[in-house]
Nanobody, 124 residues
Framework: QVQLVESGGGLVQAGGSLRLSCAASGRSISSYTMGWFRQAPGKEREFVAVTTWPGGSTAAADSVKGRFTISRDNDKNTVYLQMNSLKPEDTAVYYC?????????????????WGQGTQVTVSS
């Protein structure tokens, strides 16, 4: 079993930056796929970014490419999401997600473990 705890959310003005962190515990996630999804009010949960093992390759949704960067520190069992040039439409609850295999993760059914979520609010 893997437990995920997100942190770093908050309120920021448009154009600002935030860095989300997700710390995993329970077992090492060094060989797992890790990523982020988000859910805005009244909308479905959607893929944001993912980092796979090995090699640390990454992928991101078109809506955040060039603004968000995902990274991981396997020694700390932690994945990060650096969010720059934030827009009001980025407002959502951001969820850390883990797939217990070195495979892609872009759909909800790919996810084996979820964090509790952290709120990001971008004011205009």
């Amino acid at each position: 079993q893997v437990q995920l705890v997100e942190s770093g959310g908050g309120l920021v003005q448009a154009g600002g930056s935030l860095r989300l962190s997700c710390a995993a515990s329970g077992r090492s996630i060094s060989s797992y796929t890790m990523g982020w999804f988000r859910q805005a009010p009244g909308k479905e949960r959607e893929f944001v970014a993912v980092t796979t093992w090995p090699g640390g390759s990454t992928a991101a949704a078109d809506s955040v490419k060039g603004r968000f960067t995902i990274s991981r520190d396997n020694d700390k069992n932690t994945v990060y999401l650096q969010m720059n040039s934030l827009k009001p439409e980025d407002t959502a609850v951001y969820y850390c997600a883990v797939r217990g295999a070195a495979q892609s993760m872009a759909e909800l059914h790919d996810v084996d473990y979820w964090g509790q979520g952290t709120q990001v609010t971008v004011s205009s």
